[in-house]
């Protein structure tokens, strides 16, 4: 198969929206690279809509239910602060980074999920020390490039605090500008978050969300900047995007406390969980009913009652109720027994303590119990997508695509390289393409 491009540097803009596509369009950098490109400001996302799994279906072109990264976090029941799907072998499959690697080019990934312990020749993973005895540096050098980590640490780790925005995205600019001069990856997967750090912690529309999406523009000035000193901008792509868009939301829906309630969570006295029949596993704006054992027709029988009862009230905070069987044919994961979808301005927590239902205050989302906006809402709901944005070699400029799903951008991309990913619920956008 033919390459049609030497370079694809493909840069993800957590949270960039549908509606973030005027102010883009105002910015100098943003604005530019648009009037060259081709676009679709009309993506449609994944289900749930949360990072990791929009993370792995951009680099496989496939569902959760099919790559296996169902949601952020495990089902750790009780845990305050569960894992994460941090790791490569999570995903089933093959991904872009893995057929690029093969073909022989050099891959780099920056903060990109699901990339611990991949075989990527640069490789700085979004992993956390989610450990008391654990530390952060010595975690991201375990699962990534060692030396490669160590040495841009080394330039630009005075850059960071810490894991705050906006100056981790800050360091991960640093790094992505060195890292194109100096290792000119025929592959880059970069992830920036300090725009849906923001709209968590302070709103969609927010005056911080606008001046993340400004601090953005100024970063992807630097990036090209950085390709043209590397003398490779004639042969390389640029692939701009988001991964989900967010919603506001000022109640927060715990339905754990209701299942603890009724006997089907156990805590101890200090509210750590002994024992579980039924559990919701929050995704944020949709959630998860997971069931021990999936015989247990008492548990069964006592949650469907539940839920029946709490659909009657919009005021619950849930919009819609979909079997196992409905969740797969979204793409979503097919083994729970539920997933609910939370009415606009409600999100779910798997809190247990509590009422269940409260309203969400400042000072919740200061000390990060809670938040004023996210996502992980079904793709369905009305203005929410995200968006795409390419130019550069390979691609034919000024097209504009009514509409794309986000798992049709890893083939784009694969063909792009020259590579396969296989059979994929995605399909190639080769309008946009100058084969």
């Not at 247990?352 to 079904?378: M, N, P, Q, R």
């Amino acid at each position: 198969m033919t390459r049609l491009t030497d370079h694809l540097i493909v840069l993800s803009f957590d949270c960039l929206s549908e509606h973030d596509v005027p102010l883009l369009r105002e910015l100098p950098n943003f604005k530019k690279f648009i009037e060259n490109s081709s676009f679709c400001t009309q993506v449609e996302t994944i289900y749930p809509s949360v990072t990791y799994p929009c993370h792995a279906t951009i680099v496989t072109g496939n569902l959760p239910n099919r790559h296996g990264i169902v949601n952020n976090t495990f089902i750790q029941p009780g845990r305050t602060s569960p894992d994460w799907y941090w790791h490569r072998r999570h995903i089933k499959g093959t991904t872009l980074y893995d057929e690029a690697k093969n073909a022989g080019m050099k891959t780099a990934a920056l903060l990109w999920p699901v990339t611990a312990k991949a075989d990527i020749d640069y490789n700085m993973p979004e992993i956390f020390a989610n450990r008391p005895w654990q530390h952060q540096i010595p975690v991201s050098l375990f699962n990534g490039s060692p030396r490669y980590q160590l040495e841009m640490n080394a330039k630009f780790g005075h850059v960071r605090k810490g894991l705050s925005q906006p100056e981790l995205d800050d360091f991960v600019l640093e790094s992505t500008v060195e890292t194109i001069k100096t290792k000119k990856p025929g592959l880059m997967l970069v992830h920036f978050v300090d725009l849906d750090s923001q709209r968590h912690m302070y709103g969609f529309s927010s005056k911080e969300a606008q001046a993340a999406i400004h601090r953005h523009d100024q970063r992807l000035g630097r990036i090209i900047e950085a390709i043209k000193d590397a003398g490779i901008y004639e042969n390389a792509t640029i692939a701009i995007l988001g991964d989900h868009s967010a919603l506001d939301e000022s109640k927060v829906v715990k339905l754990n406390v209701l299942f603890k309630e009724r006997g089907l969570i156990q805590t101890n006295p200090a509210g750590k969980v002994t024992e579980w029949k039924a559990y919701c596993k929050s995704c944020d704006g949709s959630a998860y009913v997971y069931l021990k054992d999936e015989n247990d027709h008492d548990t069964k029988n006592a949650i469907t009652e539940l839920l029946a009862e709490l659909m009657l009230a919009s005021s619950n905070g849930i919009e819609a109720c979909i079997t196992g069987q409905e969740a797969n044919a979204k793409g979503a994961d097919g083994t729970v027994f539920r997933m609910l979808e939370a009415a606009r301005g409600y999100y779910f927590s798997e809190a247990l303590d509590g009422e269940y239902i409260e309203e969400v205050t400042e000072l919740d989302v200061k000390s990060k119990k809670y938040t004023f906006a996210c996502h992980g809402y079904s793709p369905e709901k009305e203005g929410y997508h995200t968006v795409f944005f390419a130019a550069g070699k390979g691609i034919r400029p000024g097209i504009s695509i009514r509409s794309m799903h986000l798992v049709d951008e890893g083939p784009t991309f694969a063909r792009l390289l020259g590579l396969d990913l296989g059979n994929t619920d995605g399909r190639i956008v080769e309008g946009i393409l100058d084969i």
